[in-house]
């Protein structure tokens, strides 16, 4: 597979656990944040978004948590399973526009049988 | 199916030779980019278009060149100028405006012969 995640930090939890991916942004003028997965070998896949005027939102067994007093965004994932090993980085937008987006470097998540 | 298509999935560079990377979507977007990742780092930006005949340089956009002709295509070239091009290249759209999420291809994988 391609190495796109080469020393990220890892987070490692059994299968059917939660897991919770945490992501600390750098502007705290920033006022939207989006949560990407990305496959060994494939492009970013978005998870889930949420803007500044928020602090929770939830997907499918997925919920995004805003912190913005400490600049602090993560991502919970319910009942983890093994097609949820990836590496998930967080995106946040610096000045509305797409080419103002910073993206961290991410967390590889790995599922324990 | 909407999507994005990068190609080709692996391509290799010779010394002195300029390679394009191609990238088409079907979804209607009028705002295109270009990311360079490397193994540990965040995405970063090479080149960007909001519109069809305009493009801008992002953060990294020297010994990189594009193009866009076509609303749905945003080749990037990279030039013998560009003396580190071993990465795996991401390209991405989104609707013009403000905090739009970005949707990635599946990349393309640029290596030195």
């Known amino acids: 597979g391609e190495s796109v995640g080469l020393h990220l930090p890892t987070l490692s939890v059994q299968e059917g656990d939660n897991s919770i991916i945490n992501c600390a942004y750098s502007n705290s003028a920033s006022d939207y944040f989006i949560w990407y997965k990305q496959e060994s070998g494939k492009g970013p896949q978005f998870i889930i978004d949420i803007r500044s005027n928020m602090d929770k939102r939830q997907g499918q067994r997925v919920t995004v948590l805003l912190n913005k007093t400490v600049k602090h965004l993560s991502l919970q994932i319910a009942a983890t399973q093994p097609g949820d090993s990836a590496v998930y980085f967080c995106a946040e937008n610096m000045g509305n526009y797409g080419q103002n987006f910073v993206f961290g470097p991410g967390t590889r998540l790995s599922v324990l049988p | 199916d909407g999507g994005i298509t990068q190609s080709p999935k692996y391509l290799f560079r010779k010394e002195g030779q300029n390679v394009t990377l191609s990238c088409e979507q079907n979804l209607n977007h009028d705002a295109m980019y270009w990311y360079r990742q490397d193994p540990g780092q965040g995405l970063r930006l090479i080149y960007y278009s909001q519109i069809v005949n305009d493009f801008q340089k992002g953060d990294i956009a020297e010994g990189y060149s594009v193009s866009r002709e076509k609303k749905e295509s945003f080749p990037l070239t990279v030039t013998s100028a560009q003396k580190n091009p071993t990465a795996f290249y991401l390209c991405?759209?989104?609707?013009?405006?403000?905090?739009?999420?970005?949707?990635f291809g599946d990349g393309t994988r640029l290596s030195i012969l």
């Open positions: 991405a759209s989104s609707s013009r405006g403000s905090n739009q999420p970005q949707h």
